[in-house]
């Protein structure tokens, strides 16, 4: 299979403040998504990413397939981006492979 | 509300006895997947139907484990004879095919195995 490596895997920021969070993966894909996972465990889609650069508000995500890596970006933290979130890729078509994930905690 | 539905969203039952949990699809979608996610872990793969064939199957479906999605709309998962290490979060996904396959999730089914 295919190896994803999140990073940090836990993050603790002030309100207001700005993150990046990275995922690598060790093969090329054809899917990449982001999701942000709630505190009742419901998957929220951010990206549909396998390259290039979305925006959608106050987040943004990178993807550079040739390089194995995508960075989700995070600007102005409110306490209501807590939670986890999570790098996922399809390999061969198929399955998901998801990251372990990163925890955000962010402070008022 | 057009998203993946799943149910019921919480179980408990008592080691030995046998569980079917259900996932309604977006409509229209011909790729459903299940995935397993332990507490502090990332979801992995179960199973996917493209339509009511099921194309692949993950080691981490023992022969307790079985899915069905007998007209290509929702599926079912079983798990019978269930054990403790079975407690988990039941996760199911639908995309609309296998060129764009953006994956959309539901809410999950939360299993407590006694």
């Known amino acids: 299979g295919i190896q994803v490596e999140q990073s940090p895997p836990d993050l603790i920021l002030q309100e207001g403040a700005n993150s990046t969070l990275r995922c690598n993966f060790s093969d090329s894909v054809n899917n990449l998504q982001w999701f942000h996972q709630n505190p009742w465990g419901q998957l929220i889609n951010l990206f549909y990413?396998?390259?290039g650069t979305k925006q959608n508000g106050r987040l943004s995500a990178t993807t550079v397939a040739t390089e194995r890596y995508s960075l989700l970006y995070i600007s102005s933290s409110q306490t209501t981006d807590s939670g986890v979130y999570f790098c996922?890729?399809?390999?061969?078509?198929?399955?998901?492979?998801f990251g372990s994930g990163t925890k955000l905690n962010v402070k008022p | 509300d057009t998203g993946v539905s799943q149910n019921p969203r919480h179980k408990i039952t008592k080691r030995g006895q046998n569980v079917t949990f259900r996932c309604d699809p977006i409509s229209e979608h011909n790729r459903l997947y299940w995935y397993r996610q332990t507490l502090g872990q990332g979801p992995e793969f179960l199973t996917y139907f493209q339509n009511e064939a099921q194309l692949e199957k993950s080691r981490l479906l023992s022969d307790r484990f079985s899915a069905e999605r007998p007209k290509g709309s929702f599926s079912t998962l079983e798990i019978q004879r269930t054990e403790q290490g079975d407690s988990a979060m039941y996760l199911c996904?639908?995309?609309?095919?296998?060129?764009?396959?953006?994956?959309?999730f539901g809410p999950g089914t939360r299993l407590t195995v006694l």
């Open positions: 990413i396998p390259s």
């Open positions: 996922a890729v399809v390999y061969n078509f198929n399955k998901f492979y």
């Open positions: 996904a639908s995309s609309l095919s296998v060129s764009y396959n953006e994956q959309f």
